[in-house]
């Protein structure tokens, strides 16, 4: 009879990422031995007298569903404590309310996701923050900006949507050489790709709607702080604005995150492939991508060109988000980025020929086939 541990039993002998995902949770139930962990629907935990409370007391503080996925993503991220809130922008904004100074400096990317734009904005025009936007895959734009001083540096890399690279370590030490901390949203990459925490990030930020959970079903986030004073700060901030996650959704989540390094293997070679035909093919004028991820970034010559390319897809959704197990593409002026005006989707470099595509793990000939009879359309 074998006795199953959690993988991170100190009596266990360490394993490497791939197998952390897929154990995450398993073996640790302590009512039945259940080999996957069950779920906590409880909102509230009994008290054992008034002045001895158990480790659970309400949903909202603290639920066992919820922490096995931020632990488990956690450790992927080589963190010290994670966070689940009810979904990415809520990480985001739980953190950069945690983190900055009333009135402080945010430097953030000129291309970041639109609704992280929307919110820096509207808290920069609101009074309660500073907010400069900087080309961080420029290093000297960069390191310029932070010279000149901030609290608080705003990482996306790959962003979003053009796909640009940032040298995080280069920038984490500029950042913290001023006295600013870095937090890094790791939602295109991941921790299967990139660990910004081992660059000297403060905290990591995750939308675990996307490749996290990859099956479309959950809307979730995870801050992960290197830290574990300041990771519990962040967790105090959630459970006091009310970010945190459900049980099921955690559930879901915690589920999905088994099968991460799968799903992103075979993501990037259908990745590789669409990549492939891009580049060749004459109806498509820009072609982003960095090399890894399962995220391809494209230009056509106008909107024109992407009503016609649109008109006919069967196996791309014309839809927002990303990371699931099946294709999808998007428009980022009208879409993910309709917040911007014009003159700041201009600045990031975002036109109207712009599609975004998301590769899910279909064959790869079937994506390529479907892809190219709609440029061949244009």
């Known amino acids: 009879m074998t006795t199953d541990r959690p993988v991170d039993d100190p009596a266990c002998t360490p394993v490497r990422p791939r197998t952390r995902a897929v154990r995450a949770g398993i073996g640790t139930d302590p009512a039945h031995n259940a080999v996957t962990p069950p779920i906590y629907l409880s909102t509230s935990y009994t008290f054992d007298r008034l002045d001895q409370r158990g480790r659970y007391d309400y949903s909202r503080s603290g639920n066992p569903t919820r ?27 739980t953190t950069v309310l945690a983190l900055l100074p009333a009135g402080g400096t945010l430097l953030a990317p000129s291309d970041c996701y639109g609704g992280s734009w929307r919110l820096f904005d509207a808290l920069d025009r609101s009074g309660r923050l500073k907010l400069r936007l900087v080309d961080f895959s420029d290093a000297s734009a960069a390191a ?33 050489a001023a006295g600013a901390l870095v937090v890094a949203d790791n939602t295109f990459a991941g921790p299967v790709l990139q660990r910004p925490l081992e660059a000297g ?16 079903d959950v809307v979730a986030g995870v801050i992960v702080a290197a830290d574990a004073e300041r ?5 105090w901030w959630a ?8 049980a099921f959704d955690s559930y879901l989540a915690l589920r999905g995150l088994r ?11 259908g990745a590789a492939a669409v990549v492939e035909l891009l580049t060749s093919h004459p109806a498509a004028h ?6 890894f991820g399962s995220i391809v970034t494209f230009e056509v010559a106008d909107r024109a060109a992407v009503d016609a390319l649109l008109d006919g897809l069967h196996l791309f959704c014309l839809a927002e988000s990303l990371g699931g197990v099946e294709s999808l593409i998007s428009h980022p002026a009208t879409m993910t980025h309709a917040a911007m005006p014009e003159s700041a989707q201009a600045a990031a470099g975002i036109t ?23 440029l061949d359309r244009i």
């Open 239 to 246: 459970n006091a604005l009310g970010a945190t996650a459900g």
């Open 286 to 291: 820009a072609v982003h991508y960095p090399g």
């Open 231 to 235: 990771g519990a700060d962040l967790c």
């Open 67 to 93: 922490d096995l996925f931020g632990e488990a993503v956690a450790a992927l991220e080589g963190g010290s404590v994670g966070c689940v809130t009810s979904s990415g922008m809520s990480a985001i904004s």
């Open 352 to 374: 109207d020929g712009m599609l975004r595509l998301s590769i899910g793990i279909e064959d790869p000939a079937d994506l390529v086939a479907d892809l190219r009879a709609g």
């Open 259 to 269: 099968t991460l390094h799968l799903r992103v293997a075979a993501a990037q070679t």
């Open 144 to 176: 310029s900006a932070i010279a000149e001083g901030a609290d608080l540096v705003w990482l996306e890399t790959p962003s979003n949507p053009l796909l640009r690279i940032t040298d995080i370590a280069a920038v984490t030490a500029s950042a913290h």
């Open 201 to 216: 990030v403060d905290v990591v930020v995750h939308s675990a709607t996307k490749s996290l959970s990859g099956h479309s």
